[in-house]
């Protein structure tokens, strides 16, 4: 029986909201201060959802964030076309306090109000989704900041990965895997991951979840090939009945 299941999927950054660039500079006393993560999963049922999410994201929302000092967000897709596709937001916080404070700077925030309001007050009629989902991720240890891919080489695939597993024990001796040497491996590469984080508040817990990226998905699947040959995912296991799908 495998400890662990893994789910993944390729997203594609949405043209408007890509998550490219440096990330905002950490001040000296949050160094050492593992970053919060907020994902947000949309779900849609119309192509027109999709682009209102999108000019959401895009008009109002980045740019509120972004005058709150929470940078770099980013917005997206999978690959292929779809009504009911999902819409992933990542949201990078400093702390727990500055997550925690967002609603209330955003109520706050006239030029967000105004950009935001119909989007806001959408009626049942006519909603700008249909539901989303939204979980809260502390990143590792092992890799306490997020990390943009530099504006000299935009990727055009990502990968997240989401990892289940059976109790927290488990979940934990998984993240020491990472940190005892996959996280380094996985930069060398080229996979450049995004964030590590591990669910501390949302569903199907305990898991964690990572990003990855690459700059087409033939050059990504060569880096994955490039980390199995290297074996460090068998060497790094902290205990022998953990193992992977």
């Known amino acids: ?14 043209l ?11 001040a000296a006393a949050n160094v050492d201060r593992p970053q919060y993560y907020e994902l ?3 779900s849609t049922q119309s192509a027109q959802q999709q682009q209102r999410i999108d000019d959401y994201w895009r008009v109002a929302a980045i740019p509120a964030y972004n005058r709150m000092g929470i940078e770099p967000v980013g917005v997206f897709t999978r690959p292929v076309d779809s ?3 999902q819409i992933y937001v990542l949201i990078p916080c400093d702390s727990a306090d500055s997550f925690a404070a967002i609603p209330a700077k955003l109520a706050a925030d006239v ?3 105004k950009a935001a309001a119909d989007f806001l007050n959408a009626p049942k009629t006519n909603a700008a989704y249909a539901r989303f989902e939204s979980s809260l991720l502390v990143a590792f240890a092992g890799m306490k900041h997020l990390c943009a891919p530099p504006v000299d080489r935009k990727p055009e695939v990502f990968e997240l990965r989401t990892y289940l597993s059976p109790g927290e024990a488990k979940g934990l001796n998984k993240i020491k895997m990472f940190e005892s040497g996959e996280i380094t491996t996985m930069k060398a590469v080229g996979l450049a991951p995004i964030f590590y984080g591990r669910t ?19 050059a990504h699947n060569q880096h994955w090939q490039q980390f199995s040959d290297s074996g460090v995912w068998k060497h790094c296991r902290p205990t022998r009945n953990i193992r992977t799908t």
């Open 200 to 218: 501390i508040v949302g569903a199907n817990m305990p898991c964690l979840v990572y990003l990855t990226c690459g700059e087409n998905l033939a």
């Open 40 to 42: 947000r999963v949309y």
């Open 83 to 85: 009504a009911t596709n």
């Open 16 to 26: 408007a909201t890509p998550i490219i660039g440096r990330p905002a500079p950490v």
């Open 1 to 14: 029986m495998r400890s662990h299941h893994i789910f993944f999927f390729l997203l594609t950054a949405l």
């Open 111 to 113: 030029d967000y109000q």
